[in-house]
């Protein structure tokens, strides 16, 4: 029993040790003398996307419920433009779907549910690790990132699988979802973003069925001409969209416009009444109710500024607008004298069970003798 538990530990450790340990780079609020808008210039139209779906897969082994085809009916029919059918390790293929389908899948086999989002790429990597660390988990995201496409964190606060340290010192995440059915991270994403960690908001239903109430609990509009990946993900890619909780598919609100003068005065117009918070580097500083169009001036000093809207039905999370020019982002490295000082440690540790548990031939070597004085 024990050296089976053992084996297990090994299984599990093994390839920890093996990995090299990151150098994180620190905090790098965003600075500059100008502020970054990714609406800016953009009056419509924003397109009605899901980017997080399973259907069955793997034999039925993952929680999908129904098939793919069956999936992207289900969203056309409720108005969406597009689909990501994010299965677990694979990229679903659709012979003649009814809405365009986003090539995608989500990457995490783990014990912590630290899960991925990859957008736009032909190949799913299958490689995880079942107990995962900080330098572990960027590793991947280092491996999800050179196989091209959009690398995004679901749900972190899930069972902490991303937490606010960790999202504070990763890089080489561009998306972060901060509205899933499981898990509202609003709060890890407010950490990224103060940390200089820049990650567009992403809100999916996270469905595994088709049932009515799985389906348009959250989404994106995605501010795009034409509903194919190119035009989606290069939206995406460049924060023009915007997030949504709302009911079963239903918006009673949704933005017109957001737009920074040169004095730095931020406008928002929308096309009804509703509350409008203005966030700056994660504290609500400013709300008016009730309104269709909301004017803020950001406190000098601050490094991003976010708006939310609020209906009784309705959230909108808009994307920040950041301050440049000063600022660029921060890539996290591999420290290499603290990897070798790990390899070697771990080869110790190794040397010194395996010492341990040789078979004792010495002590008979000894015993022998003293039998046959006996
Ligand atoms: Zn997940």
Redesign the pocket.
């Known amino acids: 029993m024990a050296s089976l538990l053992g084996v297990i530990g090994l299984v599990l450790v093994a390839p920890l040790a093996a990995l090299p340990s990151y150098d994180f780079p620190d905090k790098r609020p965003f600075d500059g003398d100008s502020w970054a808008n990714p609406y800016a210039g953009w009056q419509g139209p924003f397109l009605k996307v899901n980017l997080?779906a399973h259907s069955r897969a793997w034999g039925g082994l993952t929680a999908g419920q129904t098939s793919a085809d069956e999936l992207a009916r289900a969203y056309a029919e409720r108005g969406f433009a597009a689909l990501a059918v994010s299965n677990?390790h694979q990229v679903t293929r659709l012979e003649a779907a009814p809405l365009p389908i986003i090539r995608a899948y989500?990457h995490?086999l783990n014990v912590h549910?630290s899960?991925r989002l990859v957008l736009g790429t032909d190949d799913a990597v299958g490689i995880d690790f079942p107990v995962s660390t900080r330098s572990s988990r960027q590793w991947v995201l280092d491996v999800l990132g050179h196989s091209g496409g959009l690398v995004g964190l679901?749900?972190p606060s899930?069972r902490q699988?991303h937490s606010c340290q960790d999202v504070e010192a990763l890089t080489g995440f561009q998306l972060l979802e901060v509205h899933?059915p499981?898990a509202t991270s609003l709060f890890e994403w407010d950490c990224a973003l103060s940390a200089g960690r820049l990650a567009w908001a992403v809100g999916n239903d996270?469905a595994h069925s088709t049932r009515e109430e799985s389906i348009g609990i959250a989404w994106n509009m995605v501010g795009a001409e034409v509903a194919t990946e190119h035009a989606l993900l290069g939206a995406i890619g460049s924060g023009r969209s915007y997030v949504v909780r709302g009911e079963r598919g239903r918006m009673d609100v949704q933005v017109v416009s957001l737009e920074v003068d040169e004095a730095g005065a931020m406008t928002l117009l929308l096309d009804g009444a509703a509350r409008v918070e203005w966030i700056v580097d994660g504290v609500v500083h400013h709300a008016e109710d009730g309104v269709w169009e909301s004017r803020f001036e950001p406190p000098a000093g601050a490094h991003y500024v976010r708006a939310m809207v609020r209906t009784p039905i309705t959230e909108l999370v808009l994307n920040p607008i950041v301050r440049s020019g000063r600022w660029s982002r921060p890539v996290a490295t591999i420290d290499w004298a603290l990897t070798f000082a790990s390899w070697a440690g771990w080869l110790a540790a190794a040397a010194a069970v395996a010492w341990l548990g040789r078979p004792a031939r010495r002590l008979q070597l000894v015993a022998e003798p003293l039998k046959r004085a006996a």
């Open positions: 997080h677990y989500e995490g549910k899960h679901n749900h899930l699988g899933n499981y996270d």
